[in-house]
């Protein structure tokens, strides 16, 4: 049985961007569905089919997913962080985070292994966001937060 006992985490994911950041959500929310890359306390009932499913259950509601799965609205930088929000970087935070503010994947891969990346400023069941670039082109967004009771 589930219990709540696993308190708050941190997450991080990536994934293709093509200029559409809900686009690049919804791919990315699928990806980690997908792969049962989440927190999952109920194995008794078996992974749900799809995100909706996943969303009804009770202890998702209460505990999350511990994943981009529990983040859904997309807010400016200098937007107030709050219950599922995702707020990216300020030029300045980018700058402060990764020394540019235009972080190549690699930039981010070794923040995240180290886990540098700077989680301070956010909530509980927020998230920040940066797009990643590769010869001044932005090809990733990078999606990372703490969800968790």
Same mark, same amino acid.
């Given at each position: ?19 559409? *950041? ?25 992974? *749900? ?73 956010? *909530? ?26």
């Amino acid at each position: 049985m589930g219990g709540g006992q696993v308190g708050a985490s941190a997450w991080s994911v990536r994934g293709r961007f093509d200029g559409d *950041p809900e686009a690049a959500l919804d791919a990315m929310k699928a990806r980690v569905f997908e792969e049962g890359d989440y927190l999952w306390e109920e194995d008794e009932l078996g992974r *749900p089919d799809s995100i909706d499913e996943l969303y009804e259950v009770e202890s998702v509601q209460e505990s999350g997913t511990h994943s981009v799965l529990d983040v859904h609205e997309f807010i400016s930088a200098t937007g107030e962080d709050d219950f599922g929000t995702i707020r990216p970087l300020t030029d300045a935070e980018l700058v402060a985070a990764f020394g540019t503010e235009e972080p190549s994947v690699a930039d981010f891969d070794e923040l995240d292994k180290a886990g540098r990346l700077p989680y301070e400023r956010r *909530p509980r069941w927020s998230a920040n966001c940066a797009l990643l670039y590769e010869n001044d082109v932005a090809v990733e967004l990078a999606i990372w937060g703490v969800s968790g009771d």
